[in-house]
């Protein structure tokens, strides 16, 4: 049996990227996004029921803050050291903590963290965690995806 070095360099666990530029969250971008994932929820696509419900602008779906985390994942993946050939990657989990809905209005960046980086026989697990917080640093939401780095079989 031939020995197989690790796909994603084990030593960028732990390692915290800088914090990305500000993203404002438009509320155009709500609604497309509301109707990519199928989301017919008003909150999400009508001012008026946003406000009724108690928010001040359109929610964002759940999911939406992978918008955000996927600015932090550019930079882990365009990071030599790391060593992530992204035309191996496939998608293994995602997660969201939230402290408060993401809204229309809300300036945002993320901090990521390697959380872990596992490997399994040719292959490894690359656990993510983004931190994303608004304007006044306040956390909005915690992002946790784990993608699988395919090696050589």
């Not at 990305?20 to 999400?44: D, Q, W």
Request: aromatic fraction near 8%.
């Amino acid at each position: 049996m031939r020995q197989t070095s690790p796909v994603v360099n084990p030593n960028v666990q732990g390692k915290q990227y800088p914090a990305t530029a500000p993203y404002l969250v438009g509320r155009e971008k709500i609604r497309e996004f509301a109707h990519a994932v199928k989301s017919n929820s008003p909150v999400n696509l009508d001012l008026f029921a946003a406000q009724a419900a108690g928010y001040t602008d359109l929610v964002a779906p759940p999911t939406f803050a992978v918008v955000i985390q996927e600015r932090s994942l550019a930079t882990v993946l365009a990071d030599p050291e790391a060593d992530i050939d992204f035309s191996r990657v496939v998608h293994g989990d995602q997660r969201f903590i939230y402290v408060r809905p993401i809204v229309a209005g809300d300036e945002l960046t993320s901090v990521l963290t390697v959380a872990s980086v596992k490997t399994l026989g040719a292959h490894s697990m690359v656990t993510f965690e983004t931190k994303i917080y608004d304007i006044a640093q306040e956390l909005v939401c915690t992002a946790i995806s784990t993608l699988v780095v395919r090696g050589d079989e």
